[in-house]
């Protein structure tokens, strides 16, 4: 059967056609009604799993239009208050209820005839969030989802002036690509000094919500929030200590190749020591990439791009834009980031980002393109539960892309010199930014061991482990206190926590399916949209091997793959 954009939004069948949310009392009966019906035979109990599952996805896609709607346009009270309206008043309610439909779902008879193959990690995971329920959490569980989007709050607010002119970080960035040093640094300070004046609302913040999910953690039987979460997210197939392992493996197998990179930048920008503003800049004479000019321009390209690789690829864009499911321009009191939210009843994704005409937009809008691709392939699976897909493949499904992609990126660039230059930026980018992961890593398991850390030690901690995952490649003499605070760029921290290894678990997944792409284009796609489709029914290996990949991160495997990378690298250099 061939793949088809032309996805349709989820009709009602159980909920009336045109219900829209408007309080506790309007949904109530609903959950009532579910967990009251009998079920008294097989053909019941999959009535009701079809029944339950679209009000799941009926919730779940208004609670994304509130958090889309708010990261737009954080100025807007109205849509803080709506967001938080669901946060507070629906989903605490909505809890008790949740947990005994699954423990409805767990003891039912009937539920040992449904078939295991398909339905084996859904009933897991329903097992799992069985025994992490607590009644006592469901108000903190509460707080937190509204203390978590203060982070876009006071980051939103976040600008500084330059020549004049107002820029928020994210179109501040482009001038740390600029050929003149000094407007580098300006502007590299500027943005640092501007974090320094939100250092303690920030540390604040952190600080809350490392309590408050920590009282999460012991309320259900936990010794931290660093175990109770590997439970909560899933995370089956795979321990702390991998974790541990895949740090090391960093260390031993990355760090050199980053070295190789920085010497080359050095050396070609004829400087004799390399300061944290030079990392993306160009000799003199070499113009920055431009890729693209404005939102419109990036969606075209974006779409032209996609189309050579696969035309599937490209009617997945058409149809989100035909929807309107796109804000893809930086602009004050917009939240910062970038992020794809998958729709469970419309079936087309969001994508929000904050371009700013540079490449590394074009990187971030054809990962969120890769999102998008994932959302749209499982949204044919019957149940909304059998959509929710490991974090660990839904970032393959982006990171792949990001490098799929490549040799299509004629739309963005009409000369095979800039092409190159974006190419080399993409494969650096792959290789540089697994110590990032592991330092973010690392730091959560320290901050969760250690919920009663002080804000000195919170600040010590992260520079050793800043220093443990760094080279001497980049001088930051005197900029102690910038470094000091780098955490408190990533959301993740603040609000999805742990939600960070993945990305490193997918490059290594997204570079097995490069070496795969480079021997046969066609077969590494077709498996990729076949692990795509299956969206959460099988585990994280099984979805791993039907893409064609290992779900490893032994140091021999990234040795393997690292090795890999620096040579299409090399190739890129000559």
């Not at 709506?82 to 605490?92: R, V």
């Not at 392992?245 to 990355?254: N, P, T, Y």
């Not at 929807?323 to 917009?334: A, C, I, P, T, V």
């Not at 780098?486 to 490193?504: S, T």
Request: aromatic share 12%; hydrophobic share 40%; glycine share 4%.
């Amino acid at each position: 059967m061939p793949r088809t954009a032309d996805i349709q939004k989820l009709t009602h069948h159980y909920l009336p056609k045109d219900y829209v949310l408007t309080d506790w009392a309007s949904i109530e009966p609903f959950f009532k009604e579910l967990l009251d019906r009998p079920l008294t035979e097989a053909t019941l109990l999959e009535k009701w799993l079809l029944d339950l599952s679209e009000l799941e996805a009926f919730i779940s896609e208004d609670a994304c239009w509130r958090q889309i709607k708010m990261t737009c346009d954080t100025t807007d009270k109205s849509l803080e208050e709506a967001f938080n309206f669901f946060c507070m008043e629906i989903q605490p309610k909505m809890q008790p209820y949740a947990d005994a439909l699954n423990k409805k779902l767990i003891n039912n008879p009937f539920t040992k005839e449904l078939n295991q193959d398909l339905y084996f990690t859904y009933l897991r995971s329903v097992q799992k969030n069985i025994e992490l329920f607590r009644e006592e959490n469901i108000p903190i569980q509460a707080e937190l989802s509204v203390l978590q989007q203060q982070y876009g709050t006071i980051a939103g607010k976040m600008t500084i002036t330059f020549r004049g002119q107002e820029y928020t970080l994210q179109q501040a960035a482009k001038f740390l690509e600029d050929e003149d040093r000094s407007v580098r640094e300006e502007v590299y300070r500027k943005v640092q000094e501007r974090r320094l004046q939100d250092k303690e609302s920030m540390h604040d913040l952190f600080s809350s919500l490392i309590q408050k999910r920590n009282q999460m953690a012991l309320n259900a039987g936990f010794a931290n929030y660093r175990d109770y979460k590997f439970v909560e997210l899933g995370r089956f197939d795979y321990s702390k200590e991998d974790c541990f392992q895949f740090h090391e493996a960093i260390k031993l197998h990355v760090l050199p190749l980053i070295d190789k990179i920085y010497a080359r930048k050095k050396k070609k920008l004829r400087l004799d020591v390399l300061k944290p503003w030079d990392t993306e800049a160009e000799p003199a004479g070499t113009k920055p990439l431009r890729p693209f000019t404005d939102g419109k321009d990036l969606f075209e390209k974006s779409v032209a791009c996609f189309e050579q690789l696969n035309p599937f690829f490209a009617s997945c864009l058409k149809k989100m834009e035909a929807l309107k499911h796109f804000d893809l321009e930086s602009r004050k009191g917009k939240a910062p980031g970038g992020y794809n939210c998958p729709l469970a009843e419309s079936g087309a994704p969001f994508i929000f980002m904050n371009a700013a005409g540079q490449m590394g937009d074009v990187t971030t809008m054809v990962h969120e393109g890769g999102h998008a691709i994932h959302s749209f392939l499982a949204h044919p699976l019957a149940l909304s539960a059998f959509k929710e897909y490991p974090m660990e493949i839904a970032e393959v499904a982006s990171m792949s892309m990001e490098l799929f992609t490549m040799n299509h990126w004629q739309s963005f660039f009409d000369n095979d010199a800039d092409l190159n230059r974006a190419k080399e930026h993409q494969l650096e980018r792959t290789i540089t930014i697994f110590p990032w992961i592991a330092i973010i890593d690392k730091f959560q398991h320290w901050v969760y061991e250690n919920p009663n850390h002080t804000i000195d030690q919170r600040t010590h901690t992260w520079n050793e482990i800043t220093k443990e995952f760094s080279t001497d490649s980049i001088d930051y003499s005197g900029l102690d206190a910038y470094r000091a605070i780098g955490w408190q760029r990533q959301l993740h921290l603040f609000e999805v926590p742990f939600y960070y290894i993945e990305y490193g678990i997918a490059q290594l997944g997204a570079i097995g399916m490069w070496m795969q792409y480079q021997k046969n284009p066609t077969t590494a796609l077709e498996n990729y949209m076949n692990a795509l489709s299956l969206g959460g029914t099988k585990t994280l290996p099984e979805l791993y091997e039907t893409a064609g990949i290992e779900f490893n991160f032994s140091p021999n495997y990234v040795k393997k793959l690292m090795d890999f990378t620096n040579n299409e690298l090399e190739k890129l250099y000559l």
